[in-house]
């Protein structure tokens, strides 16, 4: 009986967290997170690096790497010609053209939320700045208040 409170309290508690706002903007977050990444690699990788490879020497940034190992291709053994089989020996290298594109993307990314988080900010400050100025006393508050201030002097006397 009591395990039965208990999943119940859970599963009662776990309905109240999801519906909590936080929860539901964080989801929304990561979900418009999810759909922003290949705007932003298509923007880098179709705009800015083939921009950035003219200015710089005509190169593709993709193509960037340090071999230090080159590959080998495939022999067939051609017994005719005395020549073994060799198998293939695939290429080590550093890609650091590819590095430079992800991290690209990381900047603009970080950037694009840094102007969101600094615009929410903004509104949030313009939302608190503007405080509830009291509203100017009406003619018979007016009025009232003369009247009780004469009568503390007259009976202060």
């Known amino acids: 009986m009591a395990d039965e409170k208990k999943k119940k309290g859970i599963v009662a508690e776990f309905k109240e967290f999801i ?3 936080n929860v539901i903007d964080m989801a929304v977050g990561v979900i418009m997170g999810g759909a922003f990444t290949p ?3 298509s923007l880098v990788n179709d705009i800015v690096m083939p921009g950035i490879g003219l200015v710089v020497g ?3 940034f993709a193509d960037l790497k340090i071999v230090l190992q080159e590959g080998v291709a495939a022999v067939e053994a051609d ?3 005395g020549i073994a089989a060799v198998e293939a020996i695939p290429e080590v290298a550093i890609c650091y053209g590819n590095f430079i594109q ?7 990314v970080a950037f694009c939320v840094f102007l969101l988080i600094k ?3 903004k509104l949030k400050k313009k939302k ?3 405080p509830a100025a009291p509203p100017a006393p009406s003619k018979e508050e007016v009025l009232l208040t003369e009247i009780r201030d004469l009568l503390k002097e007259q009976n202060g006397k």
């Open 128 to 130: 608190e700045e503007k």
């Open 102 to 108: 992800v991290l690209l993307n990381f900047v603009i």
């Open 39 to 41: 705007i932003v690699n």
């Open 119 to 121: 615009g929410i900010n």
């Open 79 to 81: 017994e005719a010609a």
């Open 19 to 21: 519906a909590r706002g």
């Open 58 to 60: 005509k190169m593709n």
